[in-house]
């Protein structure tokens, strides 16, 4: 199988990648399993450049093809907010994805609803030889007051999907390998996977 190192360590999101690639012959490592310690500041401003800087990175201190992706939850209420700081929404130190979805909340408390959001992510692939490409993908709901479901992390559990009924945190993982932001930019990263792979 080939290795195809994910530039990441969260374990959460290496079960995601590893279920949308699970029907190829790219066998997805993270940095720990090659020895690599690795702390990339997500100083970029858009998600593209987060995901550059990851998977450069990461291909310049392993020497595979590195796979890195920046997502973030942009809620309308809130101006598009949180954006690129979804991972890091609590206003605290250590905070938990429980923590983050409990602030969102807190922040949406005096708006409105429905609150239309959308998941975004930017998946960057980048070569030990300096090559970078990039995919996008996008999934549209709304966030709810209450969590509802156990699968998946981070958001998960309040973005709801109309037209399923349900939330993110509900869905099977064949059901959101369908429609979820990150399966978009997956399925769309195929193929210039496929050709690096075999050049």
Known sequence: MAKLLLASNNQGKL???RSLLADTSFQLLLLQDVGVQLKVEESGSTYAENAALKARAGALASGLITLADDSGLEVAALGGKPGLYSARYAQKP?????DRRAFLLQELAQQARPWPARFRCTVAIATPAGEIYFTEGECSGEIIPEERGT???????????????????ELST????HISHRAMAMQNARPILTELIIR
């Open 151 to 169: 699968n998946g992390f981070g958001y998960d559990p309040i973005f709801f999907i109309p037209c399923l009924g349900k939330t993110m945190a």
């Open 174 to 177: 064949e059901e959101k390998n």
């Open 94 to 98: 250590g905070a938990s994805d429980a």
């Open 15 to 17: 079960i995601e990648m």
